[in-house]
């Protein structure tokens, strides 16, 4: 079992940049694949980017292309989502994912493991 902690939220206004972090416990964090999913007021969580446990591939929403970058550092158990060119649209509660060793991992559905979330406002 992982649990996941997200900080970095914050309020930005539009074109800015934050940086979100996700902090994992346990050992085995490089054979998870991670992805980071957001919901707005009411609207359904989706998807905005992931990282394959194989290190070969990341995953992106066509909303976040070009502006956001997923990456992660295994010897910190740490995920990040650097976020540029912040839009008010992008302005939602994100949340942290983990599943071991899946797939893609592009739907919420692919997750067994959450965080508790943190709040990115952007303000126009």
């Known amino acids: 079992q992982v649990q996941l902690v997200e900080s970095g939220g914050g309020l930005v206004q539009a074109g800015g940049s934050l940086r979100l972090s996700c902090a994992a416990s346990?050992?085995?964090?490089?054979?998870?694949?991670m992805g980071w999913f957001r919901q707005a007021p009411g609207k359904e969580r989706e998807f905005v980017a992931a990282d394959s446990w194989t290190g070969v591939r990341q995953y992106y929403a066509d909303s976040v292309k070009g502006r956001f970058t997923i990456s992660r550092d295994n010897a910190k158990n740490t995920l990040y989502l650097q976020m540029n060119s912040l839009k008010p649209e992008d302005t939602a509660v994100y949340y942290c994912?983990?599943?071991?060793?899946?797939?893609?991992?592009?739907?919420?559905?692919?997750?067994?493991?959450w965080g508790q979330g943190t709040q990115v406002t952007v303000s126009s």
């Open positions: 346990g050992r085995t964090f490089s054979r998870y694949t």
């Open positions: 994912a983990a599943e071991l060793r899946t797939g893609a991992g592009t739907s919420w559905n692919d997750y067994r493991y």
